[in-house]
């Protein structure tokens, strides 16, 4: 079987999975935690070598002060509790996104986590938080543009390649894979630039009741298609 060697998730539906059981969303987001474990120990088992987990988007500050906080506390809580399964597990963590937006005691334990796992040789983990493609972008862009003003020759010799290296996925490759729970069609903003050839696949499953099967059932449907990269097969 060809693995992916780069998977993207869109965890979506803790939510409707927490209103279904008559429960608040934040229980939903609680449960959520539970198959990112899961998964994460899974990927490694199944030698994937790069997972980007959408965690939290640009445009999720704009949900309730409420679900914003508890979400944050969610992630310094499991950030520091995750940190010795990671480091039994082999993975080591990264992130993507704004991490300036955080507020300090998230930032400083992702930050920590990061550091602490850095030597792992395992699966890379990528959280994206506090991310937005569109936003990523602009922020190379701007990157780029100040190296012009440094050195015009930049502008000659900017291509797909370089412009790539401006990005937070800088020596990551692009996922080969991206699964999206909860049944909406839609990327939201989800490694916009690195999607340009990825599979999509998208499940009905919320996010918290995807488990270890659901992952193998996405793995074995991205092995039956056909990836022509906008190419011909040869007859
Ligand atoms: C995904 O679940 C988690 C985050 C976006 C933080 P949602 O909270 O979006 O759940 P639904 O889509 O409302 O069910
Ligand atoms: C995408 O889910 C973001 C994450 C899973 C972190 P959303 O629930 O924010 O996306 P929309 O609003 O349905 O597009
Ligand atoms: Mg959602």
């Avoid at 992916?4 to 429960?23: E, Q, S, T």
């Avoid at 390649?161 to 909406?184: A, C, W």
Wanted: glycine letters at 6%.
């Amino acid at each position: 079987m060809r693995t992916p060697k780069h998977i993207g998730i869109i965890m979506d539906g803790n939510g409707r999975w927490a209103k279904r059981r008559g429960l608040p969303r934040t229980a939903g987001h609680r449960a959520g935690t539970n198959a990112t474990r899961e998964i994460v120990r899974a990927c490694g088992e199944l030698n994937i070598s790069y997972l980007t987990t959408y965690v939290f988007s640009a445009e999720n500050w704009g949900r309730p002060s409420l679900e914003v906080s508890m979400l944050m506390d969610l992630l310094v809580e499991m950030t520091r509790r995750e940190l010795e399964n990671l480091n039994k597990n082999n993975v080591r963590l990264n992130a993507i996104g704004d991490m300036s937006k955080l507020p300090p005691k998230t930032r400083k334990e992702l930050l920590n986590g990061i550091e602490n796992t850095k030597n792992n040789t395992g699966l890379n983990l990528i959280l994206a938080i506090s991310y937005g493609g569109r936003s990523e972008i602009v922020n190379a862009a701007k990157k780029f543009a100040s190296d012009v003003l440094k050195d015009p020759n930049a502008l000659e010799n900017l291509n797909e390649k370089s412009f790539s290296s401006y990005l937070y996925t800088k020596n990551i490759p692009d996922p080969d894979l991206i699964i999206r729970t909860g049944g909406d069609c839609r990327i939201s903003n989800f490694l916009l630039w690195q999607s340009a050839y990825s599979e999509i696949y998208i499940t009905e499953t919320l996010w918290p009741d995807f488990d270890k099967n659901c992952l193998k059932e996405a793995i074995e449907d991205y092995n039956k298609r056909d990836r022509r990269f906008g190419k011909v097969k040869d007859d």
